[in-house]
């Protein structure tokens, strides 16, 4: 069966180049991918954006598209809480799922104080694991989606770089992922491209062949360059065997 291999809008993120977001989707659409992961980081930037038309046939013409949550605003992290500033995102990501034929809606768990703002009748989300440093064990995540019934989890495999995590995650997960957001790590630098890496540094990847969940690309590329994606994509599609 061909696993679906999508992209985060993170795989052109470049902080030297500002590029316009319906441009990135034009320079998507020449893309091998299955689907795609809209992403805009600043909820400031999220709620003046607005997509075109033509972006919009573009993304609906794939298979399996999610929504990333904004995880900054203004500078400070963006928390999901019971107020008017969270209902306006909300409002604003939902409006976006719904235009782009969404299946899930992602947020980091540390930025959720209130899990009771989301439309979990409507709309369907999911947390990620975060970094060691935030301090989420297995049994925090558990707990989470005991908790949130209707939530899924999005393996992120740079987050989990450290030994025996990713393992560790998909034996206990492997009901709850909905994808996974795949991406290289190499000792302290996380998100890198797979085709950028010998082969021994993706080792501990393997296990993740083992799912049938859709893939998300989430390597921070930020190239000019169309040909940098196509080989990462390519890549991937060999590792996988899809």
């Known amino acids: 069966m061909r696993r679906k291999v999508c992209m985060s809008k993170g795989l052109l993120y470049n902080p030297y180049l500002k590029e316009d977001f319906n441009k990135s989707i034009k320079r998507v659409s020449k893309l091998d991918i299955d689907g795609f992961e809209f992403l805009v980081g600043d909820a400031r930037d999220l709620l003046k954006f607005k997509i075109k038309k033509s972006s919009i046939k573009i993304l609906k013409d794939l298979d399996f598209n999610t929504v990333h949550a904004p995880f900054d605003l203004g500078g400070k992290e963006m928390l999901f809480s019971k107020n008017n500033a969270t209902k306006k995102i909300l409002d604003k990501l939902y409006h976006i799922y719904d235009k782009i034929d969404a299946v899930n809606l992602n947020i980091h768990p540390q930025q959720i104080t209130n ?16 970094e060691k440093y935030h ?3 297995i049994k925090d995540y558990a707990k989470i989606l005991k908790d949130n019934e209707s939530f899924k989890l999005v393996l992120d495999t740079s987050h989990s770089s450290e030994e025996g995590t990713i393992n560790n995650l998909f034996k206990r997960f492997r009901k709850d992922i909905i994808y996974s957001h795949l991406s290289a790590s190499y000792f302290n630098h996380l998100h890198l491209p797979l085709h950028s890496l010998r082969l021994e540094y993706i080792k501990g990847l393997e296990i993740i062949k083992k799912g049938k969940f859709p893939i998300v690309l989430e390597s921070q590329i930020g190239a000019k360059d169309i040909d940098e994606y196509e080989k990462e994509i390519s890549f991937v599609r060999k590792w996988l065997n899809s």
């Open 135 to 137: 301090g989420f064990k």
């Open 115 to 130: 899990f009771k703002v989301f439309n979990i009748k409507d709309y369907q989300h999911s947390i990620e694991n975060m």
